[in-house]
């Protein structure tokens, strides 16, 4: 009996060594390869040209409700290379107007009416599952595992549910202190061999639930993907807050023929190569717009975090008509091109119904005179009990734009609103700012209109919390900002050092430099850029508002010249003729030097805000100064503890060289 189980067994390991067999992508440069291990179970591994493991064999699969799974005893059919290399044109230029779309990949076809799709681009790697059944399928569970060959550490933004904005503080953590009851949400940065830093995201996130990241076991440099369940029952708490009260025991139901979300791996030899990452994007599903000639982006005056706090009128400012009226003033006075009416403009139970104090037709019909657009907010769950008639009668009225808030969900029901709402508001031609929201997935690719998203621990904790410190302000470009657009929110004119900050809800201050504050406008992506403090602060701020007024909201072109997560970040970035710098630190002053190799061979004036040298104790101390530079020019220039840097660079006419 023994000898027949044994010669069972035997059969078993031989059989599963024939039919095992290895597949391998290289990048187009050659320095990142990821490797596809197909036997009993399907496993990738991720590998540098030298040879150094990033990611060790790590297994994947998908688990369906009649019992199937995706990748186990897994047959090849066939595998097919594929490549591609296209310069594409993003329809909302985030950092750069054309985007170089490169990659080597591979289809491997499995038995069974599924397949593998691999790719390897030059800034990293990523793989999806794609079925072709012909009747709809219940996802159980995908197993994603992601096995780091060493302890090292991570940047993880963790959380407690699957309910939340996503707007936590990336801790500083070891990979084999997660353990399996610790998780976090997409976008978490990983340090790996060799100065390797990958960041763990997704792409193409549709009709499916969005990726969060828990240990396996505890003391082993290990994650893996868990989702949220497709939810059975819901409990809307007050105004806005709608809760999962029961999950049902798969993560989704869709379609047999589809598709299944990118698993990306942002692969950076260093910190600033993060940053110039359009990993996310070139994953992401094309445009499905026709007509996107009414997308404009541009910067928005924001009411909220003021507290529409504005002086020198003769009117009690607050959620009222003068009010807005003057914030459309300030707006066409400083060239900004949207405002925003947040809470308050209307019945939190009705969104079409408009409070008393507030004549919206009146406001728009002088907003339009003003060549002022205007943006609405509201409750995702008040505007889908109304969504159709709703975006119909904000198009009517010749609304500009909605923020959506307080969705605080990513399973697979509250994905698909989001692609929903996208493409609603794009037939009624509105743009969409996600508040309450999960992190960007590729949807902005699709859906255009959708051109930006919160996600992020932005400038409102500061009325209530330290969260947006400078710490964390540069440790988002790095991490967060990988995955998309942000809205930060940024703009703070009242500014103060570690030692005098304090919480003022009506009358916020921020964490750091003013010119912190002001760098934030060229390092920190948003197509739809608010200016969050007082016009009334802005008006005595002139300095300030000769950049603001100009600084731009999308890029031609961006350099990341230095940074280090954590702990600081320059780049500069061009708009038409003119480049823009910003640079920021954290609560650490250092001198930093700007190379100015990447300009051409033209003379540049620069016009540059810096740190005051009383920056350390007043934060709101800056110096502007003006030169003369080229690309042959370095300047070095000391940034205060929280401190920052904003610059533009403007080509000399001929006769002026």
Not at 68 to 79: I, P, Q, S, T
Not at 131 to 158: C, G, H
Not at 182 to 190: H, M, P, Q, S, T
Not at 398 to 407: E, L
């Amino acid at each position: 009996m023994k000898k027949i189980l044994f010669t069972i067994i035997m059969a078993i390991v031989f059989a599963s060594a024939t039919w095992a067999k290895e597949y391998k992508v290289t990048s187009p440069d050659s320095q990142i390869i990821i490797k596809i291990n197909v036997g009993q179970k399907v496993t990738y591994s991720i590998e540098t040209k030298e040879g150094t493991q990033l990611v060790a064999p790590s297994v994947i699969s998908i688990k369906l409700q009649d019992g199937k799974v995706l990748g186990y005893n897994a047959r090849v059919k066939r595998a097919k290379k594929r490549s591609g290399n296209s310069i594409e044109k993003p329809i909302v230029p985030e950092k750069y107007a054309e985007i170089e779309n490169r990659y080597n990949g591979l289809k491997i076809v499995f038995k069974g009416g599924y397949s593998l799709s691999v790719r390897a681009y030059n800034d990293g790697v990523a793989y999806r599952w794609e079925t072709d059944f012909p009747n709809e399928i219940t996802v159980v569970n995908e197993t994603a595992e992601f096995r780091f060959p060493e302890n090292n550490t991570l940047w993880f933004p963790e959380v407690s549910s699957f309910y939340g904005h996503q707007e936590e503080e990336y801790k500083r953590l070891r990979i084999a202190d997660i353990g399996p009851k610790r998780f976090a949400y997409k976008g978490i940065l990983v340090n790996v061999p060799d100065s390797y830093k990958i960041l763990l995201t997704e792409s193409g996130l549709e009709d499916y639930p969005g990726i969060y990241y828990s240990g396996i076991e505890r003391g082993k440099p290990w994650l893996k993907a868990i989702f949220p369940g497709y939810p059975l029952k819901t409990k809307q708490e007050g105004d806005r807050d709608v809760k999962v009260t029961r999950y049902a025991d798969f993560i989704a139901k869709t379609k047999g023929k589809r598709v299944f979300p990118w698993r990306v791996f942002v692969v950076a030899p260093n910190d600033a190569a993060l940053v110039a990452s359009e990993l996310v994007w070139k994953l992401a599903p094309e445009n499905r717009l026709t007509n996107t000639g009414w997308i404009k982006p541009g910067k928005v005056a924001w009411d909220w975090w003021n507290a529409l706090n504005i002086t020198g009128v003769d009117f009690k400012s607050g959620v009222n008509t003068d009010t807005y009226k003057y914030f459309i003033d300030f707006a066409h006075d400083y060239n900004i091109p949207y405002i925003i009416l947040d809470e308050g403009w209307y019945e939190l139970d009705d969104v079409l119904k408009i409070k008393k104090n507030v004549n919206l037709p009146e406001l728009l019909q002088y907003a339009e005179q003003k060549n002022v657009g205007i943006i609405l907010w509201v409750t995702w769950k008040a505007l889908d009990d109304k969504l159709d008639e709703a975006l119909e009668t904000f198009e009517k009225w010749g609304v500009k734009g909605i923020k959506v808030d307080f969705m605080q969900r990513d399973d697979q029901w509250m994905v698909n609103y989001y692609w929903k709402v996208a493409k609603k508001a794009a037939e009624h031609h509105l743009l969409v700012d996600y508040h309450g929201a999960y992190q960007p997935s590729g949807l902005r690719r699709a859906y255009p209109n959708v051109i930006t998203r919160e996600a992020i621990a932005g400038l409102e904790q500061d009325k209530w919390g330290t969260k947006a410190n400078p710490i964390h302000d540069v440790t988002i470009p790095f991490t967060r900002m990988v995955c998309g657009p942000m809205d930060y929110t940024p703009g703070a004119m009242i500014n103060a050092t570690k030692k005098n900050f304090r919480n003022v809800y009506e009358k916020p201050m921020s964490m750091g430099t003013r010119c912190h504050q002001l760098a934030m406008y060229v390092v920190y992506e948003s197509p739809l850029q608010m200016l969050a403090d007082s016009p009334s602060h802005y008006k005595k701020e002139k300095d300030a508002m000769d950049f603001l007024s100009q600084v731009p909201t999308v890029w031609d072109d961006t350099k990341v010249l230095d940074g280090k997560v954590g702990e600081y970040i320059l780049l500069a970035r061009k708009s038409g003729d003119k480049w823009y710098i910003g640079a920021m630190t954290n609560w650490k002053e250092r001198d930093i030097e700007i190379d100015f190799g990447f300009l051409d061979g033209k003379g540049y004036y620069l016009d540059v805000w810096q740190d005051g040298m009383n920056a350390d104790r007043d934060a709101t101390d800056y110096k502007r100064a003006k030169m003369r530079v080229n690309k042959n020019s370095q300047i070095k220039i000391h940034l205060a503890p929280g401190g920052g840097l904003a610059a533009v660079l403007e080509p000399m006419k001929d006769k002026e060289k």
